[in-house]
């Protein structure tokens, strides 16, 4: 073979000047005689995946890579091919239409171009999104940016006939999955002054909080309009519990400033911010001599929309979008039991997002309403109850779970998983094809397909 030869040659030639004296001296580096630039080996190419994104209505698929490969071959034309209900199967692969993708049709993407409004389809067991380094089709591209997982759910009370964790267990593995973890909590940790609102007064024993630890959470809301159930000095005594107990909490504090103070967190170098404010009432307001939640007079509870309050929360939200990647605007707000939300919702969330929120999740509805995307910002009206003991009405013992994927500072991905409360008011996960009284009216009030 030549190359043998070569090696041969090669060897020879070495032999005979392996006397030092018998080779000249190399010449001198000079400016017209450079020493020889260092050589690296090149780098390897990095990769994205290449995902088969659907409508966000449609439930989560799983498929074979062979099936995946499949309908990038474009062998596939239905949906049974899918493991879905039968029907015609179309392919694009123009981002420029992920916005308004049909139910009927799959777009072959980049992961780069995936945003709430659609949903990634799971290739032998792995999402594109969440890991995207096992997905198994990739294409060349810049190496993607860090990936976080954020979950957040809605109202969680853990006092009355709600026990910590037997309640929190069923989801506590998924919980704990994610890389932080967020909830609006609505129960006092302390009696140190009568009930503010009688039977609605809820205090939970600081016992709880090893169960909240136990179940993933990691940052708990508390502008909301139970935290001042038993006096001002109970509010500030479940903060330094929570806080002792390794929470980071926002929204009420010991005074204004206490209860202004954003929360940050950082999770494989990206930064998020968290604030939150009470517009129904009852917890008092904080003041600057005086303990409370962080307040804004809105409709349908606290009166016309007061801009002062307002105000104060713009200019917190700025200041956190200058400094920190992603901040979040957890707002307690909107009427009960009314799954359509109230349209100074709308406004309120709108000029949140103007001033930098990248994604505002409400409560106190406890039932579901809808989200939508306000530019690049995903706004959640209402998940409903997590954990509550509202069996008085069947959609008060349902909500919805928030998982949300970004890749650096960018939300990618939102999932929501539907869930209903068992006879203990512990949240157990539904199948999405038992799920229609939580998806209907959440669907019915959603505009995620549609930046606006």
């Not at 890991?131 to 990739?138: F, G, H, S």
């Not at 069947?394 to 929501?416: I, K, Q, S």
């Not at 512990?426 to 009216?441: C, K, M, R």
């Amino acid at each position: 073979m030549r190359w043998v030869a070569a090696l041969a040659a090669a060897a020879l030639l070495g032999a005979c000047t392996s006397d030092p004296a018998a080779r000249p001296d190399p010449p001198l580096p000079s400016a017209s005689n450079p020493p020889p630039a260092e050589t690296t080996a090149p780098a390897e190419p990095t990769t994205r995946p290449l995902v088969l994104a659907v409508n966000a209505r449609r439930p989560p698929i799983r498929v074979p890579e062979a099936v995946a490969r499949w309908v990038i071959d474009g062998r596939v034309d239905d949906w049974e091919g899918l493991g879905q209900p039968p029907g015609p199967l179309r392919l694009v692969d123009r981002t420029d239409r992920l916005d308004h993708l049909p139910m009927d049709t799959i777009a072959i993407v980049v992961a780069d171009a995936m945003r709430p409004g659609v949903r990634a389809i799971e290739v032998g067991g792995v999402d594109p999104l969440r890991d995207p380094d096992a997905y198994p089709i990739q294409v060349t591209g810049p190496a993607h940016p860090p990936v976080t997982t954020l979950a957040v759910v809605g109202d969680v009370m853990l006092g009355r006939r709600v026990t910590g964790r037997p309640v929190l267990q069923p989801m506590a593995g998924r919980l704990a999955a994610a890389d932080l973890t967020v909830g609006n909590l609505e129960s006092t940790m302390a009696r140190l002054g009568p009930p503010t609102q009688g039977d609605d007064s809820f205090y939970a024993p600081p016992a709880v909080r090893a169960d909240l630890r136990e179940a993933g959470f990691d940052v708990l809301g508390l502008a909301n309009n139970h935290l001042g159930d038993f006096g001002e000095e109970s509010l500030v005594r479940t903060v330094d519990l929570l806080r002792a107990g390794g929470f980071a909490t926002f929204g009420a504090g010991r005074d204004l400033a206490a209860a202004r103070e954003p929360v940050i967190v950082e999770r494989h170098g990206i930064s998020f911010a968290f604030t939150g404010f009470n517009a129904i009432g009852e917890t008092p307001a904080a003041a600057d001599h005086r303990p409370g939640a962080f307040a804004v007079g809105m409709p349908p509870r606290t009166g016309p929309l007061d801009e002062t309050e307002l105000g104060r929360v713009l200019h917190d939200v700025r200041r956190m979008s200058r400094r920190f990647d992603v901040v979040t605007v957890m707002p307690h707000w909107g009427e009960q039991y009314v799954h359509r939300p109230r349209p100074v919702q709308d406004e309120v969330a709108r000029r949140l997002v103007e001033a930098g929120a990248d994604l505002v999740v409400g409560g106190h509805p406890h039932v579901v309403q809808g989200a939508s995307m306000v530019g690049d910002s995903l706004v959640v009206q209402s998940l409903g109850n997590f954990v509550f003991d509202m069996d008085f009405r069947a959609d008060t013992m349902e909500g919805l779970l928030l998982e949300a994927t970004f890749w650096g500072d960018r939300l990618v991905a939102a999932d929501f998983v539907p869930y209903r409360l068992d006879a203990g008011f512990a949240p157990q996960v539904v199948p999405y094809a038992e799920a229609a009284s939580i998806l209907n009216p959440f669907w019915e009030f959603s505009d995620l397909a549609a930046a606006r």
